[in-house]
């Protein structure tokens, strides 16, 4: 039985927990381990739940990849974007007019190197044409992602920067809202907050999909982000794209990728163009013998994970965790529940719960860095299933508080 967890060795690096970290973690047996000594980290959102659906796959689902292919630049000279691979466009294509979850008629997709170089991409192409004298204000109602703020200004760009919560923006002009639908850290399903002439909508839909929420209805906005990494959990490929309305727009996104990376990676782009293929395969009536349905899989997992939170949270009147309703989800042809990729967890008022979890070695996303408060964290349930148990085993004995702590 193994668990990823963080060196504590002192010659290691300190994040920004305090604590000393591996950056890239160590596999340990958790059985030589005392159950109290493991860091149990739920900071990040490494997608390592959907591991064994893949791993339990035949080998005729493997990508290889000729020695002698992807020696060029281009994957498409007729294409404007020119490094887009033709099998991934018809494989993003399929996988959402199966999902149902977004209209691909009549748009233009561009690839990136995740959804965050895509947000970049996005922020260039709407903010540039305009020649503003001051960088355009970039919003997003809290509480937002955090790597919102960390993009936008990490290269004090004169062209946008960032403005903090939409429903506290009171500025006239131009101004760019990031919508996150569901929401990421809350699971909330949202909508544009600001409403006002001049403003330009990016949607992040990177949880859009039936395992977290129900398909309601395709998207259909200017802009739309999604990415393999909370899809199918192959966060380490690095491949996102867009569906963009405006060809224009399009052209910007990618002569900014050009710019930035000169393409995207082409291996990267066939094997996510073959793991589009396969999730799309396993949801049609007819399919090979061994090929489970991706989504009803992934629904299972955190529906599990969620029920257990919800069981230990009910009985400590120290946290709460959000409540959803049921909605009919026009894929899974049913009436389901909301389980998203994060829990957005309070503890009582008055306490800052990432301190009160550390000190338990449970390392989480302080609310503060989400444009909330300190008494809420966001708290991953994408981790291994041994990672997960063990989190709440731990959750279920903080019961009281005493002198403050």
Not at 129 to 145: C, K, R, T, W
Not at 221 to 226: S, T, V, Y
Not at 365 to 391: A, P, Q, T
Request: proline letters at 5%; a neutral charge.
């Amino acid at each position: 039985m193994e668990l990823l967890i963080k060196s504590s060795k002192a010659s290691l690096p300190v994040n920004h927990h305090g604590v000393r970290v591996n950056n890239i973690g160590t596999r340990v047996n958790i059985q030589n381990q005392h159950p109290e000594s493991i860091i149990i980290n739920l900071d990040h959102g490494d997608p390592t739940m959907y591991e064994c659906y893949w791993k339990n796959l035949d080998e005729k689902y493997s990508v290889t990849i000729p020695g002698n292919q992807s020696l060029s630049y281009f994957s498409n000279i007729k294409n404007f974007c020119w490094f887009l691979e033709p099998k991934l466009e018809e494989s993003i294509k399929t996988l959402h007019n199966t999902v149902g979850n977004a209209i691909t008629e009549d748009y233009h997709i561009v690839v990136g190197t995740g959804s965050s170089q895509l947000i970049l991409a996005a922020l260039y192409a709407i903010s540039d044409p305009l020649n503003e004298p001051n960088p355009i204000p970039v919003v997003s109602e809290a509480p937002y992602y955090s790597g919102y703020p960390e993009i936008t200004d990490h290269l004090k760009s004169g062209l946008f920067k960032w403005a903090g919560d939409a429903r506290s923006f009171d500025k006239d002009g131009p101004y760019i809202e990031m919508v996150t639908s569901p929401n990421n850290p809350d699971g909330v399903i949202r909508e544009p907050v600001v409403n006002r002439a001049k403003g330009m909508l990016i949607h992040d839909l990177a949880y859009y999909w039936p395992q977290y929420t129900a398909i309601t209805s395709p998207a259909d906005h200017d802009i739309m982000l999604f990415t393999v990494s909370k899809c199918t959990g192959h966060a380490g490929s690095r491949i996102g794209w867009a569906l963009v309305k405006d060809i224009n727009v399009a052209k910007k996104m990618v002569k900014f990728i050009e710019i930035n990376t000169i393409g995207v990676s082409k291996e990267a782009q066939l094997r996510a163009a073959s793991i589009l293929q396969i999730i799309s395969l396993s949801c049609q009536k007819v399919k090979p013998y061994n090929l489970e349905n991706f989504f009803e899989y992934s629904q299972e997992i955190l529906a599990k994970r969620w029920k257990k939170l919800r069981n230990v949270v009910e009985n400590n009147e120290l946290f709460c965790v959000p409540k959803f309703p049921l909605q009919f989800c026009n894929f899974m042809r049913d009436f389901t529940q909301t389980y998203p990729g994060f829990a957005w967890m309070k503890c009582k008022e008055g306490v800052d719960c990432e301190k009160l979890l550390k000190g338990h070695k449970i390392l989480t996303r302080s609310g503060k860095r989400l444009g909330s408060d300190v008494e809420y964290v966001r708290i991953s349930m994408m981790g291994n299933d041994e990672e997960f148990d063990l989190f709440v085993q731990r959750l279920s004995i903080i019961h009281g508080m005493s002198n403050g702590n």
